[in-house]
């Protein structure tokens, strides 16, 4: 079975709408605690440890719940956007987005998923899991966004989407009609790339 250590309802629906078979399990791990200066490397270096802890936890506590499935898969992802070389995460605030529209304007960015999945079983009679195998991978895709008009900025600003999303903007939400192209893989804009994920449950037979 696999787990999305994730509260994304983004990466929820990507699996729901795929008719892949999963079960949503958060992740509680601190953020904070991971210090990167490479973009790429801190979004891969978050969905690793989100994964990790994840696993770390129903292999320390009781993991009876998950007994009834021979196998489990774990899987965390994690998207940074970057800008002209800068890391952006969620606005804090809605000036702070404003500026960040008001830059990124007839521009295009980057968005850098970390994808992290722990192949792993459940062995009843030890009634612990055991971890069988890591993937990691690092998918980018360069986002243009159209030229807008400052009322139009403004009018998104007070949404409140921009608010609630990685780099200031959601592709499935209503900032959708603001980025112009795609170049590279559309579900990873949402924050997980499905034709990866695919990929590695057939290589693994899952």
Wanted: proline residues 2%.
């Amino acid at each position: 079975m696999l787990i999305l250590a994730s509260a994304s309802q983004s990466r929820k629906n990507l699996l729901e709408n795929s008719k892949i078979k999963f079960i949503q399990i958060p992740s509680g791990f601190d953020e904070s605690s991971i210090k990167e200066e490479n973009i790429k490397e801190l979004a891969l270096k978050l969905s690793t440890s989100k994964a990790q802890d994840l696993f770390n936890k129903y292999k320390e506590e009781d993991s009876s719940t998950l007994s009834k499935f021979s196998s489990l898969e774990i899987l965390a992802c994690d998207s940074i956007f970057e800008f002209k070389g800068e890391a952006y995460g969620k606005p804090s605030n809605k000036k702070e987005a404003y500026q960040r529209w008001k830059a990124l304007s007839g521009s295009y960015g980057y968005l850098h998923t970390g994808h992290c999945l722990l192949i792993c079983n459940f062995e009843k009679f030890k009634n612990k899991i055991i971890l069988n195998k890591e993937i990691k991978h690092i998918i980018s895709s360069k986002i243009y966004f159209s030229e807008l008009k400052n009322e139009e900025i403004l009018e998104y600003v007070e949404t409140l989407e921009p608010l609630k999303c990685a780099g200031g903007f959601a592709l499935e939400g209503i900032g959708g009609k603001y980025i112009e192209r795609i170049e590279g893989c559309f579900s990873n804009v949402m924050g997980l790339t499905l034709p990866w994920l695919r990929k590695i449950l057939l290589e693994n037979k899952i």
